[in-house]
Each structure stands twice: as structure tokens, then as C-alpha cells.
């Protein structure tokens, strides 16, 4: 049996000057948390949320300030659910003027939103792969992401981002923190990112079917 992933077009998804795509966007100094992706319970909106309260209310005084984009829509089964939940979040935990909503964007445009960030959070419950996590290193975007799934072969724990055990925001928080007060850590997760990102490209991905498709018909051959 041969599993391929999708590919990812790196001529989209690349590493940039993250100034640059923070200005095109109109976002604040700073850093910023990414969360992109359909807003449905599975993906784990509501602990990004959660996720990046944990972190606010954790981070030292002299720390940068920091914003958290949600980039995507309500979705399918309990997307509307989960929104809500979100706003309820933000609402209760005072959250209103650090975290932001943009509509799902084209990849030109979704590219700029990962450029943007320091650091890319996927708390999926459950996940086949995680184009997400392909796409956000290929823009040299370390990511954190729920050690499940398609998300343990996406990110190279340690190497490329972050793998967290559990769904446990503190646990999604410290891992953030791990990255945006770390420069040196996150410029070598960043590196990581972009190496590991060549993996999911549309040439490896071509190479690899290409050898699969040669196998096959060697077997038919000596058949």
C-alpha cells in the first residue's frame, strides 16, 4: 500500500517578508497566533480561543502584546455551535480587542495571513492530514498542533512546530508561549518549517506517484 499526501503549491505558500503582509493586512505591532480553517467543534476553535486567553493571562507585563486570528468560517456539523461558543469565549474572557475574524480567503491572500503570524495553532480533535499545517510551513510558519491523525506526520515535532498530547488549552498555551517568547527557538522552528514543507510540495508529490505508478507497471511487466 502507498500513502501520498496532497501537495502544496510553493509557488503560493512561501516564506516572505512577514512586515510586508502584516502591513497589507492592517494588523497592529506585535505578534500573532493564527488559527485558520473551518470553525466546527473537530478543528478545536473554541480551545484556540480558550488556547490564547490561557496565554494572555499568563504573559509578563513587558511582554509584546499579541492578537489571535480566526480565518475561516462556520461549517458544517456544529459550526454555528462552535462559533457562538467562540463569541462566548471572547466575551467572558475580555477578549474582544485581540482577536479577530476574517472570512475564508483565496490562497493568494490566506499566504499573507500565515506570513503574518508568528506561530500557527491547530487543536483538531481528530484530523486525515492538516493542509493547514503543510501550507503555514511552507511559509516558514512554525505550528502547534494536537498530536493526532494526519497532524503527527504534517509537523515535525520539535524540527518544524510543536506537538501537544491533549486538547487541554493550558497545554495549547504553554506551547504558543514556547514560540513567541523564544526568538532564537522560533527562527530555528521556522527554518525547520520551510525544510520539512519540501515533503509536501506538488514536485514531491509528483515524484512520488510517478514512482508509484512505475512500480505498478514493473509488476504488471514481470507478471
Same mark, same amino acid.
Given at each position: ?16 517578508? @512577514?512586515? !510586508?503582509?502584516?502591513? /497589507?493586512?492592517? #494588523? ?26 490561557? #496565554? ?11 492578537? *489571535? ?15 457562538? #461558543?467562540?463569541? /462566548? ?6 477578549? !474582544? ?10 490562497? %493568494?491572500?490566506? !499566504?499573507?495571513?500565515? /506570513? ?15 493542509? +493547514? ?26 524540527? %518544524?512546530?510543536?506537538? +501537544?498530547?491533549?486538547?487541554?488549552? =493550558?497545554?495549547?498555551? %504553554? ?12 527562527? /530555528? *522552528? %521556522? ?16 515524484? @512520488?506517484?510517478?514512482? #508509484? ?7 504488471? =511487466? !514481470?507478471?
Amino acid at each position: 500500500m502507498c500513502i501520498s499526501a496532497p501537495g502544496v503549491d510553493h509557488s503560493v505558500f512561501f516564506r516572505d517578508d @512577514r512586515q !510586508a503582509s502584516r502591513k /497589507r493586512l492592517d #494588523l497592529p505591532e506585535g505578534q500573532v497566533v493564527l488559527f485558520a480553517g473551518r470553525i466546527q467543534a473537530h478543528k478545536g476553535t473554541a480551545i484556540a480561543v480558550t488556547a490564547f486567553a490561557e #496565554l494572555l493571562e499568563h504573559r509578563e507585563s513587558e511582554a509584546l502584546p499579541v492578537a *489571535l486570528l480566526i480565518v475561516g468560517g462556520a461549517s458544517g456539523f456544529q459550526g454555528a455551535e462552535e462559533l457562538a #461558543l467562540c463569541h /462566548r469565549i471572547i466575551e467572558e474572557r475580555d477578549l !474582544a480587542d485581540t482577536v479577530r475574524f476574517f472570512d475564508p480567503q483565496p490562497h %493568494s491572500i490566506l !499566504a499573507d495571513h500565515y /506570513r503574518a503570524a508568528d506561530v500557527v495553532v491547530m487543536p483538531s480533535r481528530s484530523e486525515t492530514f492538516g493542509l +493547514v499545517a503543510a501550507e503555514a510551513q511552507a511559509c516558514g510558519i512554525p505550528v502547534v498542533a494536537s498530536n493526532v491523525g494526519g497532524l503527527a506526520y504534517v509537523v515535525n515535532a520539535s524540527e %518544524s512546530g510543536l506537538l +501537544v498530547d491533549n486538547n487541554d488549552p =493550558k497545554a495549547f498555551a %504553554s506551547a504558543i508561549a514556547a514560540v513567541l517568547d523564544h526568538p532564537s527557538f522560533a527562527a /530555528r *522552528l %521556522s527554518d525547520g518549517a520551510v525544510e520539512f514543507s519540501e515533503k509536501f510540495s506538488w514536485d514531491a508529490t509528483v515524484t @512520488r506517484f510517478l514512482e #508509484l505508478y512505475g512500480g505498478i507497471a514493473a509488476l504488471a =511487466k !514481470a507478471g
